[in-house]
């Protein structure tokens, strides 16, 4: 098991999880399945570099707060990744609030660029009227979705693939801020769990490496959304850890949709919520799915009933691996 004093003094998180990958001759393996599309270690950790460099040119500077609001894609995690390699902060907020949510979200991080795509760029917009510290909004798929952009808007895609395609971390280490994790807000507003660099190593060693077991030949595809921490590193960091795979789609997650995402792309690990269980237990072609690629399905965020356990063992065959966790521990315990 990986000790906190094992991790070297210099650390950083996307060279960990991405840059090592290429490194050590994985480049050519599939990081991500995105839009159709599987996009290399290679590619992924070029579009990171693109994107931090284009992060460099707009000022963001070491420990300040970068703000994802938008969907879910090789955008949003190449820019998390980008963000931590030079050595900022990444926090990320849900594509379907309302104005006033992602106005909190705002004057809460004092983030000075946000990344929106064109699901949440009206919401953001106008929330962004009153916030003090926003300097731009970064705009992903502008041009494909017919966008005009504003005042302080910029067109994400067309800047990124301007950029230099080489970036060197920045000199981070293993204690320094690099992830703020919201809170649900079950006692109030949501608050940020400030987490260091270090976090994320240690969890992937003791939760993905030594309860899943997770491999270099597992791919990902997760239920909850990537703005939620849970999946996030279940899909696009713990994979990543052993040269392995997740799924990212911008769409709502639906019990068809997943069905069909399982089918297309066959899994070995999928990210699920008791909620979605009981919608898919309850399906009325749930008998004739086929989840044999599965070698097990997590469970978190709620309470996982034992009565739904058995119900999706009996109709799927596919273990549960249950877990409890907070913003506060940062993943799983």
């Given at each position: ?230 999946a996030r590193d279940l899909t696009a960091l713990y994979p990543f850890g052993v040269g392995g795979a997740g799924i990212a789609f911008a769409e709502r997650s639906t019990p068809d949709r997943i069905f069909r995402l399982i089918a297309q792309y066959r899994p070995t690990i999928l990210v699920n919520v008791p909620t979605m269980m009981s919608a898919m237990v ?52």
């Amino acid at each position: 098991m990986l000790r906190y004093q094992d991790i070297p003094y210099q650390f950083n998180v996307a060279s960990y999880f991405v840059d090592r990958n290429v490194a050590e001759g994985r480049g050519a393996r599939t990081a991500l399945i995105a839009d159709g599309c599987r996009i290399s270690y290679d590619e992924l950790a070029t579009t990171v570099n693109r994107i931090g460099n284009v992060l460099h040119e707009l000022g963001v500077r070491r420990g300040q707060r970068v703000l994802l609001a938008c969907g879910d894609g090789l955008e949003f995690v190449a820019t998390w990744y980008a963000v931590q390699k030079i050595g900022a902060v990444t926090a990320e907020v849900y594509t379907y609030l309302q104005p006033k949510d992602y106005a909190y979200y705002l004057e809460y991080t004092e983030a000075e660029v946000v990344v929106v795509d064109p699901t949440t760029l009206a919401n953001v917009r106008t929330a962004a009227t009153e916030a003090r510290h926003l300097r731009h909004l970064l705009v992903t798929g502008a041009t494909a979705g017919g966008v005009e952009l504003r005042g302080n808007e910029l067109d994400f895609d067309a800047l990124a693939s301007q950029a230099p395609t080489e970036l060197q971390p920045a000199p981070t280490t293993r204690d320094d801020v690099a992830i703020w994790k919201f809170t649900t807000g079950s006692t109030g507003a949501p608050k940020a769990c400030v987490h260091p660099m270090h976090s994320p190593v240690l969890s992937f060693d003791w939760y993905a490496r030594g309860v899943l077991d997770i491999r270099a030949d597992d791919v990902v595809l997760p239920v909850p959304k990537l703005f939620f921490g849970y999946a996030r590193d279940l899909t696009a960091l713990y994979p990543f850890g052993v040269g392995g795979a997740g799924i990212a789609f911008a769409e709502r997650s639906t019990p068809d949709r997943i069905f069909r995402l399982i089918a297309q792309y066959r899994p070995t690990i999928l990210v699920n919520v008791p909620t979605m269980m009981s919608a898919m237990v309850a399906h009325p072609d749930a008998a004739a799915q086929d989840l044999s690629c599965l070698r097990l399905c997590t469970s978190a965020g709620e309470a996982l009933p034992e009565q739904l356990h058995r119900r999706w063992t009996e109709t799927f065959g596919v273990d549960v691996v249950d877990g409890i966790g907070s913003s506060e521990a940062y993943h799983i315990y």
